[in-house]
């Protein structure tokens, strides 16, 4: 059996106005036989503020939880930032200070830090791919695309509640 799961991951996000952001998450977590370990897409949209890369981060700390020791995770998202920063290593992201190649420090070092020690010290495995079987771009249409309906969805929602 392999220790491989993949973790599908996308964010959508808004600018309601007064200069902050808000985001939702679509997720879903698969281990080597393709079958859903776990999703944050069951439960009712809310919005989350912050940017679409704290979502991102935020989707994968979560959904390290269910990922034991050892394993390899291969991570696929729509954002191209993910491929960029998960197609190198945690060691060379800590020899290069969290800069990116333009050496500016990344938005979000902090959470990007901390994804680098839990997988550390769990010995767990990141690395971003592109697809390359159907089942993995059909998956990751459905998370784009559920992503897409939650923002909608809360953002109705949460208008609602201010006009009312």
């Known amino acids: 059996m ?7 991951v996308s964010a959508a996000g808004r600018h309601p106005g007064g200069g902050f952001s808000q985001y939702v998450t679509a997720s879903s977590l698969q281990d080597a036989a393709e079958q859903e370990v776990w999703c944050d897409y069951a439960e009712a949209p809310k919005l989350e503020d912050g940017t679409q890369p704290q979502g991102i981060y935020t989707a994968i700390r979560t959904a390290l939880l269910h990922v034991p020791d050892g394993r390899c995770v291969l991570i ?9 920063i998960f197609s190198v290593s945690r060691e060379e992201r800590r020899a290069a200070r969290y800069r990116g190649s333009n050496k500016k420090p990344r938005p979000n070092a902090d959470l990007l830090r901390d994804i680098d020690d839990e997988t550390e010290r769990r010995g767990i495995t990141l ?3 592109e697809p390359d079987l159907h089942s993995e771009f059909n998956m990751l249409d459905v998370v ?3 992503a897409t309906e939650r923002l909608e969805a809360a953002s109705h ?3 609602a509640k201010f006009e009312s």
Do not use: I, M
Not at 2 to 8: A, G, M, T
Not at 76 to 84: E, L, R, T, Y
């Open 157 to 159: 929602a949460a208008d």
């Open 76 to 84: 696929f998202a729509p954002q191209s930032f993910v491929a960029a």
């Open 127 to 129: 690395c971003s791919r």
């Open 2 to 8: 392999s220790n491989e799961f993949k973790l599908y």
């Open 144 to 146: 784009r695309a559920v």
